[in-house]
């Protein structure tokens, strides 16, 4: 069956750390793949997609997620985290009839 | 400019009243959605249309029923509302038959059923 699972409900990290959002999922093909985030009070807007070519994928912000296929995951990742960046991140599954897929989402909390 | 517009941004209702949520899209997209969100359920798929057609139905209860009277609408109505009816309810659009079209959401109407 198709899933895609965020492990962590919640992450906290101080402002100008590092920082990873696990994402993964269970998919038969090569699936495509996204990100997006929602800031407080507002839609979901998309962050970055997947579908092939270089693993590592650049999204707005500085994010980045890359792609593994042996590990069935699709990580986000970020150098050095902003307040603004506090939100809700969403990984999405499009699955064979192009609907989307949703983790449960993790929330970002940065600590000033 | 906003590329999907969701009416209202606010609603109080009684419970046991009917409301209609109201979403139009200008980005030419042919697929649109429903989604429910609250502290229950991160982000609930409601419901999927096509060309106006229903696609997909994930939502119970026959209280919501969505209706496209154009191409780039998708209003919701609720019937009889109650309290859990509560939620923040986005609506979405994309270009259906593309498996990388991403979804465009709206901000919201965020509904409190008293």
């Known amino acids: 069956a198709q899933s895609v699972t965020q492990p962590d409900a919640r992450v906290t990290v101080s402002e100008g750390a590092s920082l990873q959002l696990r994402c993964k999922y269970s998919y038969s093909a090569t699936p495509y793949l996204f990100w997006y985030v929602q800031y407080p009070r507002q839609g979901l807007q998309l962050l970055l997609k997947?579908?092939?070519?270089d693993p590592v994928v650049q999204g707005v912000n500085s994010f980045e997620a890359e792609f593994s296929k042996s590990n069935s995951s699709f990580h986000l990742q970020k150098a050095s985290v902003h307040w603004s960046d506090s939100a809700v991140y969403f990984c999405a599954l499009s699955d064979s009839n192009y609907q989307l897929i949703w983790g449960s989402g993790t929330k970002l909390i940065i600590k000033p | 400019d906003p590329k999907i517009i969701q009416k209202p941004k606010y609603l109080v209702a009684v419970t046991g009243s009917e409301k209609i949520l109201i979403c139009e899209q200008y980005l030419g997209h042919n697929a649109m959605y429903w989604y429910r969100q609250s502290a229950k359920k991160p982000l609930e798929f409601m419901f999927s249309?096509?060309?106006?057609?229903?696609?997909d139905n994930q939502t119970a209860s026959s209280r919501f029923q969505p209706q496209s009277s154009k191409k780039n609408h998708l209003d919701l109505q609720i019937t009889a509302l109650k309290p859990d009816d509560s939620a923040t309810y986005f609506c979405?659009?994309?270009?259906?038959?593309?498996?990388?079209?991403?979804?465009?959401f709206g901000s919201g109407t965020r509904l409190l059923v008293i």
């Open positions: 979405a659009s994309s270009q259906e038959g593309q498996a990388n079209s991403d979804y465009t």
């Open positions: 249309y096509s060309y106006q057609k229903l696609m």
């Open positions: 997947y579908y092939s070519g």
